[in-house]
């Protein structure tokens, strides 16, 4: 079912959110993207005359109760975004009454999912290599039906819209959609836009189609580096891992970061990347620092000539120039990952480099997606996400969805 085309009038829906909110030492909300983002779906919802169950997780609890990640700390910050009165149930397992109670256009939060073990489904206090651990976890994957069981029953229509838990086949992400047909469950209006941002970068290319893969490590990159390579025409590869290629190609890197087992790993892809005939563009020159700190001393040098003591922060000038000009023209964009130390201030000028190529590019038509960790908080300094195509909300979700895998919480749904 497409929520546009379902009315909620007299239904009761429980929703699946990321009201995964960063909170400050007072439980201040210091980030409400995530409440933001979920605002159509639930709002839609209200405004048809049905009443909302609103279910999310907050940090990483693991199974246990623990105040500091209620979400009853938020409970007020909704009630102001929806611009109604939101109640609060403080046992997610046992809302039954308060949800049965619920008139159309009323609205309950239930307390964080993780308190309970069975939403996550992992046997808790017992270890991989404990000969029990398979029976454990058969029947922790049975109380999580039964968990997911008691949240079904609920409403009468779900939805789910973390897109930033739709990677995890959880009893509040997946297992629960087990419990209505097709015509009782959807994708909320966030998880639609990931989904087909996702989609246009996959499967609707328009070329060229340039990735642009930065960040610290290639290790944690390869899945989407190799997915991309039948797919991209430039792929440029910058941050941390640039060092790890140097380092391959026979260079001296210093103190940069550089992964002395992905040396094979490294040579592997620019073979890969020639005989499928990608642009591979890598950086040539880099701004060094004497230490890891924004007031390093620092100088301009070869990637493949960093001396002792210095370490590879950020792109140097050539570099900018070579991604700026892979980046013009393109209309299919993917960034995920800084091109430097970015959170220093004297170490941006690569990432904001590509962050400008990149806008430049959506302005003359293309298609740019910017997701993934740390290139939206990237993008979100250098104050330029609303001047690319798609920012979006996912972290893992989103890695994982572009390395080609399904994610669980929509197969959950088109099931
Ligand atoms: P990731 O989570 O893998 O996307 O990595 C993001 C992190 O990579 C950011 O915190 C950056 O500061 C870091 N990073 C980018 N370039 C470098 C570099 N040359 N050396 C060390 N860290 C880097």
């Known amino acids: ?3 546009d085309n379902f009315n909620f009038k007299d239904h009761k829906a429980i929703v699946r959110v990321d009201f995964n909110v960063p909170l400050d030492e007072n439980g201040n909300i210091t980030d409400d993207t995530r409440i933001r983002g979920a605002l159509p779906t639930l709002k839609k ?3 048809d005359g049905g009443s909302l169950i609103i279910m999310s997780h907050m940090g990483k609890p693991k199974g246990k109760v623990n105040p500091k990640l209620s979400l009853s700390q938020i409970k007020d910050a909704v009630a102001k975004a ?3 009165d939101v109640q609060f149930a403080d046992d997610c397992a046992a809302a039954a009454d308060m949800a049965a109670a619920l008139k159309p256009g009323q609205a309950l939060l239930l307390e964080n999912l993780r308190f309970y073990p069975e939403e996550e489904g992992k046997p808790v206090g017992i270890d991989k290599e404990d000969p029990a651990y398979d029976a454990a976890k058969a029947e922790m994957k049975k109380r999580q039906k039964d968990f997911a069981k008691t949240l079904a029953s609920y409403a009468d229509v779900y939805v789910n819209d973390a897109f930033g838990t739709a990677h995890r086949k959880h009893a509040s992400t997946a297992v629960i959609a087990d419990y209505f047909d097709a015509d009782h469950k959807m994708l909320g209006y966030l998880m639609e836009k990931e989904v087909n941002a996702v989609d246009n970068i996959l499967n609707n290319i328009k070329r060229p189609f340039t990735a642009i893969m930065g960040g610290s490590k290639v290790s944690t990159k390869i899945g989407i580096i190799e997915n991309l390579m039948d797919k991209v025409d430039n792929l440029i590869l910058c941050g941390g891992m640039t060092y790890t290629f140097a380092r391959a190609l026979g260079g001296h890197v210093g103190d940069s970061i550089c992964e002395e087992d992905k040396l094979q790993l490294a040579l592997d892809i620019i073979a890969k990347a020639k005989a499928k005939g990608v642009n591979l563009v890598l950086g040539v020159d880099c701004v060094a620092g004497d230490k ?12 493949m000539e960093i001396p002792e003591g210095w370490e590879g922060m950020d792109a140097g000038p050539k570099t900018r120039e070579l991604f700026a000009n892979a980046i013009k023209g393109s209309k299919t964009i993917l960034w995920n990952g800084p091109a430097g130390v970015f959170e220093f201030d004297n170490f941006t000028a690569g990432s904001r480099a590509i962050a400008d190529a990149v806008v430049e590019a959506t302005k003359d038509g293309a298609f740019s997606l ?19 195509s798609y920012v979006s909300t996912g972290g893992g979700a989103l890695l994982e969805a572009i390395e080609g895998k399904v994610l669980p919480g929509v197969a959950a749904i088109n099931a």
Request: aromatic share 4%; hydrophobic share 45%; charged share 15%.
């Open 1 to 3: 079912m497409k929520i």
């Open 45 to 47: 919802i209200l405004a």
């Open 82 to 84: 929806l611009g109604t």
């Open 292 to 303: 890891f700190s924004n007031d390093a001393n620092t100088q301009i040098c070869s990637v």
């Open 370 to 388: 910017v997701g993934g960790g740390d290139s939206v908080a990237c993008v979100n300094k250098f104050g330029l996400a609303d001047e690319v």
